[in-house]
T-cell receptor
Framework: GESVGLHLPTLSVQEGDNSIINCAYS??????FIWYKQESGKGPQFIID?????DKRQGQRVTFLLNKTVKHLYLQIAATQPGDSAVYFC??????????????FGQGTILTVHP | DTAVSQTPKYLVTQMGNDKSIKCEQN?????MYWYKQDSKKFLKIMFS???????INETVPNRFSPKSPDKAHLNLHINSLELGDSAVYFC?????????????FGPGTRLTVL
């Protein structure tokens, strides 16, 4: 399968369960944090973002949590569905300097939802 | 309606060849990007253009040359292909390239260098 040899963090859940995916970031100066979903054979798809001065942002079935103390991002998915199975990436972006608009991606987590 | 499209979807070629990947966006965005995703799924930016002007140029070998004929197109030309160039290349676009702008990705081009 696609995950063979990738050695990415993995999360397996049952359909209907809630999922929490987390990601560490390194740049305290980042202005925005973003979660992307990448299904097999497709490009990354924007899910939700948060500005660095916020702690929480609610979307449809997803919640973005930002913990600046431990420099971690969390994506909560409620009532996970088989269609949520994908690789999830966190990313950060800064407004200033030469990094303007550049997305720096994290490692990625494979989410598998079992029916 | 495809927002960001890339051609070809798959590209298999021999070492030393020169190849191009094309990207087009119909979102009316001013900024376009090229990212490389390696075999470990790690995504890294290569270039960005805003209104045909180069904005971001990461430490990419100069065998890679982006070309933006207009703000809806950003092509990637690669000279003297090497085995390590094998990867999936993604094009993306955003409204004006700002830090809070959502970037929309194309479907990717899987390049295999033999």
């Amino acid at each position: 399968g696609e995950s063979v040899g990738l050695h990415l963090p993995t999360l397996s859940v049952q359909e209907g369960d809630n999922s929490i995916i987390n990601c560490a970031y390194s740049n305290s100066a980042s202005d925005y944090f973003i979660w992307y979903k990448q299904e097999s054979g497709k490009g990354p798809q924007f899910i939700i973002d948060i500005r660095s001065n916020m702690d929480k942002r609610q979307g449809q079935r997803v919640t973005f949590l930002l913990n600046k103390t431990v420099k971690h991002l969390y994506l909560q998915i409620a009532a996970t569905q088989p269609g949520d199975s994908a690789v999830y990436f966190c990313a950060e972006s800064s407004a200033g300097g030469t990094s303007y608009g550049k997305l720096t991606f994290g490692q990625g987590t494979i989410l598998t939802v079992h029916p | 309606d495809t927002a960001v499209s890339q051609t070809p979807k798959y590209l298999v070629t021999q070492m030393g060849n020169d190849k191009s990947i094309k990207c087009e966006q119909n979102l009316g965005h001013d900024t376009m990007y090229w990212y490389k995703q390696d075999s470990k799924k790690f995504l890294k930016i290569m270039f960005s253009y805003n209104n045909k002007e180069l904005i971001i140029n990461e430490t990419v070998p100069n065998r890679f040359s982006p070309k933006s004929p207009d703000k809806a197109h950003l092509n990637l030309h690669i000279n003297s292909l090497e085995l390590g160039d094998s990867a999936v290349y993604f094009c993306a676009s955003s409204q004006d390239g700002g830090a809070g702008d959502t970037q929309y990705f194309g479907p990717g081009t899987r390049l295999t260098v033999l």
